[in-house]
């Protein structure tokens, strides 16, 4: 009966977990204001969903030239021109660098890591930003992160590994970062969309402490079968 009750409310944790956790979606379920997809499966490569990612981490780590690419795929926010687009240290949200500006056009941008002092640089400057970084889009004074935790549970932002994909719309990216814009906003996730290569994404902290409660869950029954 203890046994049954454990597992009961492992289940009742997860149900809860869903239900404050935006539903899965696709990379190719990103509309444009006028309905229109953002994007098209022309290789018939099947979905790309949002894996729940909360930050990145860094692969391109050769000791030489540690770098990732970020290309301003689309803007399609009434706040487009004053939005800026950057990365922030996991372990310190005060670190912050700046990658796009709210008027760049579609385009690249390079942003290099200095490995042995902790660093990475664009041409907007330079922060304290390790291997591992969430994204933020800022207007004005509001701030919105990767991290719903850090926008009071809001996801503002849906992040989608498409490293499979040979797809030429996503320009060699490994994930699309998209962003929605207002806090109290339509969640179409399409005000701000930015492809990000050489990086992987990081599941939030909350899906590896569930899955870690689902293999202690597994060990209790077998322990219990056991005995």
């Given at each position: 009966?203890?046994?049954?009750?454990?597992?009961?409310?492992?289940?009742?944790?997860?149900?809860?977990?869903?239900?404050?956790?935006?539903?899965?979606?696709?990379?190719?379920?990103?509309?444009?204001?006028?309905?229109?997809?953002?994007?098209?499966?022309?290789?018939?490569?099947?979905?790309?969903?949002?894996?729940?990612?909360?930050?990145?981490?860094?692969?391109?780590?050769?000791?030489?030239?540690?770098?990732?690419?970020a290309f301003l795929l689309f803007e399609f926010a009434g706040f487009a021109n004053i939005n800026s687009f950057g990365i922030y240290d996991v372990q310190d949200t005060?670190?912050?660098?700046?990658?796009?500006?709210?008027?760049?056009?579609?385009?690249?941008?390079?942003?290099?890591?200095?490995?042995?002092?902790?660093?990475?640089?664009?041409?907007?400057?330079?922060?304290?930003?390790?291997?591992?970084?969430?994204?933020?889009?800022?207007?004005?004074?509001?701030?919105?992160?990767?991290?719903?935790?850090?926008?009071?549970?809001?996801?503002?932002?849906?992040?989608?590994?498409?490293?499979?994909?040979?797809?030429?719309?996503?320009?060699?990216?490994?994930?699309?970062?998209?962003?929605?814009?207002?806090?109290?906003?339509?969640?179409?996730?399409?005000?701000?969309?930015?492809?990000?290569?050489?990086?992987?994404?990081?599941?939030?902290?909350?899906?590896?402490?569930?899955?870690?409660?689902?293999?202690?869950?597994?060990?209790?029954?077998?322990?219990?079968?056991?005995?």
């Amino acid at each position: 009966m203890k046994m049954t009750s454990n597992l009961l409310a492992a289940g009742l944790l997860a149900g809860t977990f869903s239900m404050a956790h935006a539903a899965p979606m696709s990379v190719f379920d990103l509309k444009t204001d006028s309905g229109n997809a953002v994007f098209s499966d022309t290789l018939g490569e099947g979905d790309f969903f949002d894996n729940g990612a909360t930050f990145a981490t860094l692969q391109d780590t050769d000791g030489t030239q540690d770098s990732a690419g970020a290309f301003l795929l689309f803007e399609f926010a009434g706040f487009a021109n004053i939005n800026s687009f950057g990365i922030y240290d996991v372990q310190d949200t005060s670190q912050m660098l700046q990658v796009f500006s709210g008027g760049d056009a579609s385009g690249g941008r390079q942003v290099e890591f200095d490995l042995g002092a902790g660093t990475a640089e664009t041409v907007y400057g330079t922060a304290n930003i390790g291997t591992s970084f969430g994204f933020y889009l800022q207007r004005g004074d509001n701030v919105f992160y990767s991290d719903a935790g850090l926008n009071g549970g809001v996801d503002m932002t849906r992040i989608f590994d498409v490293t499979a994909s040979q797809n030429t719309a996503f320009y060699g990216s490994s994930l699309i970062v998209a962003f929605e814009d207002l806090i109290d906003g339509d969640f179409d996730y399409n005000d701000l969309i930015v492809g990000i290569s050489d990086v992987k994404a990081v599941p939030e902290p909350g899906t590896l402490a569930l899955f870690g409660l689902g293999l202690l869950g597994f060990g209790m029954m077998r322990r219990s079968k056991s005995a």
